[in-house]
C-alpha cells in the first residue's frame, strides 16, 4: 500500500513519500519501521480514545474528587478522632476495648489502633452483621476516660468520607461489576499514553519542532493548536498516567490476579509474620514462614474473650520492642495463634514492621521488618501509596490533582480534534485513521506484534477482550461500507 499525505498538520509530508527530483524522475525510498508502524499506532490510539476516554475521563474526575478528601474527615469527625481533654494516663488496652464492645455488642473485634498522639482516639474495629461488605464499624473510645465518642462505618482505614469517593472512583458504587470500568481504564490507559507519545514525537521530529516538545503552539488555530495543546500536556502528564496505570492494574479484578501470580512466582509479595505459636511451627502445618500473614489453617475457633486475651501484654511487648504508631493490633481468630501487630505510618519515611506476640507470655514468636522486603515489594508498596496520594502528603495530592486536570484536558481535546477533523462540505460523521494499518508492516513485524498484543490481552484481559471486540466491529463496519465509500481517498491521521 501506498503512503498518503496527510491534509492537517500530523500529516506532514511524510519521509517515506517517494522524493521528487529536479529532472523530474521520482526515485522511491524505503520506509523507516516507524513509518509502517506510525499508522498501527494511530489506529491503536484512535481505539484506545474511542472505546477507553469515556472511562478515562470519568476515573480522572473520579479520581480528582479523591484527591481533596484526606483533609475533610478530620474536619467533620473530630469528635469521634480526638478526645476533649488529654488526661494523665489512659485507662488499659483491655478496658477501652470492654467499653467499645459494650456500646456494640452486636460486633466482633477485628482489629484495634491504639492512639498515635496523646489527644487521639482508640479505635476498636468491629465486624458487624449490618455493615456492608469489606466494611466496617469503627468505635472511638477516649482512651483516659473510656468514653465512647461515636461510631462510623469505614473501609480499610478510610473514614466515611474517603471511603465514598474512594468507592466511587472504584466501582462507582456498583459493587464488583464496577470495578469493570475502572480495569478497563487502567487497562488502556498506558497504550493511549505510550502510542500518543510516539506520535507526538514523530509529529514533531517532522515539523522540525522537536525542542518545542512540552510547548505549545499559541500562534496557531483551529485543529493544529488544538494538536500542539493536545501532545504538549500529554507529554507533560505521561510519566505520571504510566504510574497510575500499572498501579491501578494491581487492584484489577482480572489482571490483578495475573500480577499477583507473578509476583508469588518471583517472590516479590509482601512478607509477613506467621501467627502460628510454639508448639505447632510453620513445618508442621504446612504454612510457609514470612509468606502467609494468616498463619495455617488452625480450626478451633475461639470466643470474643478468648481471642482479646494478653491485649495489654500484647501492646506492652510491641511497645518495648521498638514498634511505632500508627500501629494496628490483629487478634488471633482461632486456638494456637498470636496476636499479629503491625506498623502501618505509610506516609514517607514509611515504617511497616512486624511482630507475632503470644498473648500468654508476652514473648515475640516472629518478626519481620520493613527493611527486609524485597526491593519490588517495598517499590509497590510505594508506587500504591503514591497512587492514593499519602506516600508524600500534600505535595502528593496536588502532583496526583494536577495529573488529573492534565488528564481531562488531554481527553478532551482529544475528542475535539477528532470533530474537527468533520467533513466541510457535507454533513458527516469524522473520518477516522485508515484501516489495514497492519498489512504496511513487514510479515515479520506483523506476526510479532500480534504475538505480542495477544500475550497482553492474555494477562490483561479487559484490554484483549474489548481490543478483540473493536477490530471485530471495524473490521465489519468496514466490509458493510459502500463501495464508493470505501473507494474515496483515504485521509491520515
Same mark, same amino acid.
Given at each position: 500500500?501506498?503512503?498518503?499525505?496527510?491534509?492537517?498538520?500530523?500529516?506532514?509530508?511524510?519521509?517515506?513519500?517517494?522524493?521528487?527530483?529536479?529532472?523530474?524522475?521520482?526515485?522511491?525510498?524505503?520506509?523507516?519501521? =516507524?513509518?509502517? $508502524?506510525? &499508522?498501527?499506532?494511530?489506529?491503536?490510539?484512535?481505539?484506545?480514545?474511542?472505546?477507553?476516554?469515556?472511562? %478515562?475521563?470519568?476515573?480522572?474526575?473520579?479520581?480528582?474528587?479523591?484527591?481533596?478528601?484526606?483533609?475533610?474527615?478530620?474536619?467533620?469527625?473530630?469528635?469521634?478522632?480526638?478526645?476533649?481533654?488529654?488526661?494523665?494516663?489512659?485507662?488499659?488496652? !483491655?478496658?477501652?476495648?470492654? /467499653?467499645?464492645?459494650?456500646?456494640? &455488642?452486636?460486633?466482633?473485634?477485628?482489629?484495634?489502633?491504639?492512639? !498515635?498522639?496523646?489527644?487521639?482516639?482508640?479505635?476498636?474495629?468491629?465486624?458487624?452483621?449490618?455493615?456492608?461488605?469489606?466494611?466496617? /464499624?469503627?468505635?472511638?473510645?477516649?482512651?483516659?476516660?473510656?468514653?465512647?465518642?461515636?461510631? $462510623? @462505618?469505614?473501609?480499610?482505614? =478510610?473514614?466515611?468520607?474517603?471511603?465514598?469517593?474512594?468507592?466511587?472512583?472504584?466501582?462507582?458504587?456498583?459493587?464488583?461489576?464496577?470495578?469493570?470500568?475502572?480495569?478497563?481504564?487502567?487497562?488502556?490507559? =498506558?497504550?493511549?499514553?505510550?502510542?500518543?507519545?510516539?506520535?507526538?514525537?514523530?509529529?514533531?521530529?517532522?515539523?522540525?519542532?522537536?525542542?518545542?516538545?512540552?510547548?505549545?503552539?499559541?500562534?496557531?488555530?483551529?485543529?493544529? /493548536?488544538? %494538536? !500542539?495543546?493536545?501532545?504538549?500536556?500529554?507529554?507533560?502528564?505521561?510519566?505520571?498516567?504510566?504510574?497510575?496505570?500499572?498501579?491501578?492494574?494491581?487492584?484489577?479484578?482480572?489482571?490483578?490476579?495475573?500480577?499477583?501470580?507473578?509476583?508469588?512466582?518471583?517472590? =516479590?509479595?509482601?512478607? !509477613?509474620?506467621?501467627?502460628?505459636?510454639?508448639?505447632? @511451627?510453620?513445618?508442621?502445618?504446612?504454612?510457609?514462614?514470612?509468606?502467609?500473614?494468616?498463619?495455617?489453617?488452625?480450626?478451633?475457633?475461639?470466643?470474643?474473650?478468648?481471642?482479646?486475651?494478653?491485649?495489654?501484654?500484647?501492646?506492652?511487648?510491641?511497645?518495648?520492642?521498638?514498634?511505632?504508631?500508627?500501629?494496628?493490633?490483629?487478634?488471633?481468630?482461632?486456638?494456637?495463634?498470636?496476636?499479629?501487630?503491625?506498623?502501618n505510618k505509610r506516609r514517607a519515611p514509611t515504617r511497616s514492621d512486624a511482630i507475632t506476640v503470644d498473648p500468654g507470655s508476652g514473648q515475640i514468636t516472629d518478626r519481620v521488618d520493613f527493611a527486609s522486603w524485597p526491593l519490588i515489594a517495598k517499590m509497590t508498596n510505594w508506587t500504591?501509596?503514591?497512587?492514593?496520594?499519602?506516600?508524600?502528603?500534600?505535595?502528593?495530592?496536588?502532583?496526583?490533582?494536577?495529573?488529573?486536570?492534565?488528564?481531562?484536558?488531554?481527553?478532551?481535546?482529544?475528542?475535539?480534534?477528532?470533530?474537527?477533523?468533520?467533513? @466541510?462540505?457535507?454533513?458527516?460523521?469524522?473520518?477516522?485513521?485508515?484501516?489495514?494499518?497492519?498489512?504496511?508492516?513487514? &510479515?515479520?513485524?506483523?506476526?510479532?506484534?500480534?504475538?505480542?498484543?495477544?500475550?497482553?490481552?492474555?494477562?490483561?484481559?479487559?484490554?484483549?477482550?474489548?481490543?478483540?471486540?473493536?477490530v471485530v466491529i471495524d473490521a465489519a463496519v468496514g466490509l458493510l461500507r459502500p463501495r464508493q465509500s470505501r473507494s474515496a481517498p483515504t485521509q491520515a491521521a
Amino acid at each position: 500500500m501506498s503512503q498518503t499525505v496527510d491534509p492537517l498538520p500530523l500529516g506532514d509530508p511524510d519521509p517515506a513519500t517517494p522524493t521528487t527530483q529536479p529532472t523530474g524522475a521520482r526515485i522511491p525510498t524505503t520506509p523507516t519501521t =516507524w513509518v509502517r $508502524l506510525r &499508522p498501527l499506532v494511530m489506529r491503536l490510539h484512535f481505539y484506545g480514545g474511542m472505546l477507553a476516554g469515556p472511562f %478515562l475521563l470519568i476515573a480522572a474526575v473520579t479520581g480528582l474528587l479523591y484527591t481533596f478528601t484526606p483533609q475533610l474527615d478530620p474536619i467533620v469527625f473530630r469528635d469521634e478522632l480526638k478526645v476533649d481533654q488529654v488526661g494523665d494516663a489512659p485507662l488499659p488496652m !483491655s478496658e477501652q476495648i470492654a /467499653r467499645a464492645m459494650a456500646a456494640h &455488642p452486636e460486633g466482633e473485634v477485628t482489629s484495634i489502633r491504639p492512639p !498515635s498522639a496523646p489527644d487521639e482516639t482508640t479505635q476498636v474495629v468491629m465486624a458487624a452483621p449490618d455493615v456492608p461488605t469489606d466494611y466496617s /464499624r469503627t468505635v472511638f473510645v477516649d482512651p483516659y476516660k473510656g468514653e465512647v465518642r461515636g461510631a $462510623l @462505618t469505614t473501609y480499610g482505614q =478510610w473514614l466515611p468520607i474517603r471511603a465514598w469517593f474512594d468507592e466511587f472512583h472504584r466501582n462507582l458504587h456498583l459493587g464488583e461489576f464496577g470495578r469493570n470500568y475502572s480495569e478497563l481504564a487502567a487497562s488502556w490507559m =498506558w497504550v493511549v499514553a505510550l502510542g500518543g507519545l510516539a506520535l507526538w514525537i514523530g509529529y514533531r521530529s517532522r515539523t522540525k519542532k522537536l525542542r518545542r516538545l512540552a510547548v505549545p503552539d499559541r500562534e496557531k488555530s483551529g485543529r493544529t /493548536r488544538t %494538536l !500542539s495543546w493536545h501532545g504538549s500536556v500529554g507529554l507533560l502528564v505521561v510519566a505520571g498516567l504510566l504510574g497510575l496505570s500499572i498501579t491501578g492494574l494491581t487492584w484489577s479484578r482480572y489482571a490483578g490476579e495475573s500480577i499477583s501470580d507473578l509476583r508469588t512466582s518471583l517472590s =516479590w509479595t509482601t512478607p !509477613s509474620v506467621t501467627t502460628v505459636l510454639s508448639g505447632e @511451627t510453620p513445618s508442621d502445618t504446612g504454612a510457609s514462614h514470612h509468606d502467609s500473614g494468616a498463619g495455617p489453617a488452625a480450626t478451633d475457633a475461639l470466643t470474643p474473650e478468648q481471642a482479646l486475651r494478653g491485649v495489654d501484654r500484647v501492646l506492652t511487648t510491641a511497645d518495648t520492642a521498638g514498634l511505632q504508631r500508627p500501629m494496628w493490633l490483629y487478634p488471633p481468630t482461632a486456638a494456637g495463634e498470636g496476636w499479629r501487630v503491625e506498623e502501618n505510618k505509610r506516609r514517607a519515611p514509611t515504617r511497616s514492621d512486624a511482630i507475632t506476640v503470644d498473648p500468654g507470655s508476652g514473648q515475640i514468636t516472629d518478626r519481620v521488618d520493613f527493611a527486609s522486603w524485597p526491593l519490588i515489594a517495598k517499590m509497590t508498596n510505594w508506587t500504591i501509596d503514591m497512587h492514593m496520594g499519602i506516600l508524600f502528603g500534600i505535595v502528593n495530592q496536588i502532583v496526583l490533582a494536577l495529573l488529573m486536570v492534565g488528564l481531562i484536558t488531554v481527553i478532551i481535546r482529544g475528542y475535539i480534534m477528532w470533530w474537527q477533523r468533520r467533513p @466541510t462540505r457535507h454533513r458527516g460523521l469524522p473520518r477516522a485513521p485508515r484501516r489495514g494499518a497492519l498489512s504496511e508492516l513487514k &510479515p515479520i513485524e506483523a506476526l510479532v506484534l500480534i504475538v505480542v498484543i495477544a500475550a497482553i490481552g492474555w494477562y490483561v484481559p479487559l484490554f484483549g477482550l474489548s481490543l478483540g471486540a473493536f477490530v471485530v466491529i471495524d473490521a465489519a463496519v468496514g466490509l458493510l461500507r459502500p463501495r464508493q465509500s470505501r473507494s474515496a481517498p483515504t485521509q491520515a491521521a
